[in-house]
């Protein structure tokens, strides 16, 4: 069984329409306990990385995830959930949840700092579909996707890994941009999976494959 992680961050309708596409069943909730036997965690979110925290901490989620990572079992993070799962965001200057060492950043700041002359040509947020290349070996959550395949992003911040070999696979918008980041029990995605046509949902496949029948 799946839980889904229910903190007022947005996108959690299309979460849900993606896993009931494939006949993954879920648990949808605001409350840890009920989710506590799931046997993986997808944490979405849209938005604000200060309000995202502020809502973790509320709902005592904060704690949760940091408990489910220490676990072993899966989790995966999309979009604002695969940034706050990092230590530092400069989005409201916030701590976040520090299961993977890093920083989250602005593009604006990391073209100036690459001497990306952008022309105007690139705006933020990167928004729209962008194609993958795969590093470090990739991750098992991409089997069955051919390399280069396009998934849409919608995002300002940028992951900032303090080890880049937990890098599976970049989007180039600019500079190199992770898109998926896995270290051990955890793999969270940059862009929408749920989003991204039938790549995406075979991510999801892949993610939920021991509840599949078929």
């Not at 839980?3 to 993606?18: K, L, P, Q």
């Not at 949808?28 to 809502?55: H, T, W, Y």
């Not at 799962?85 to 520090?98: A, H, R, T």
Request: charged share 25%; with cysteine; proline share 5%.
């Amino acid at each position: 069984m799946t839980g889904i992680v229910d903190y007022n961050a947005g996108n959690i309708t299309s979460v849900e329409r993606a896993l009931n596409s494939i006949g993954a069943p879920y648990v949808l909730s605001k409350n840890p306990e009920d989710l506590k036997n799931c046997d993986r965690i997808i944490f979405p979110g849209v938005g604000d990385a200060a309000f995202a925290m502020e809502q973790l901490k509320k709902t005592g989620f904060d704690d949760f995830l940091k408990n489910w990572a220490k676990s072993g079992k899966k989790l995966a993070g999309i979009c604002l959930g695969s940034q706050i799962v990092f230590d530092f965001s400069e989005e409201g200057n916030i701590p976040c949840l520090g299961l993977i060492p890093g920083k989250i950043r602005h593009f604006t700041e990391l073209w100036k700092e690459a001497d990306v002359n952008t022309c105007g040509e690139l705006k933020s947020p990167h928004m729209g579909w962008s194609d993958l290349t795969y590093t470090n070996g990739g991750t098992k959550l991409l089997d069955g996707i051919p390399e280069h395949s396009d998934f849409y992003f919608v995002h300002s911040y940028v992951i900032c890994p303090e080890d880049r070999t937990v890098i599976k696979a970049t989007a180039d918008y600019g500079i190199e941009v992770p898109a998926v980041i896995e270290k051990d029990n955890i793999t969270v995605f940059q862009f929408h999976p749920e989003k991204s046509g039938k790549w995406g949902l075979q991510i999801l496949k892949n993610f939920v494959k021991e509840d599949l029948t078929c």
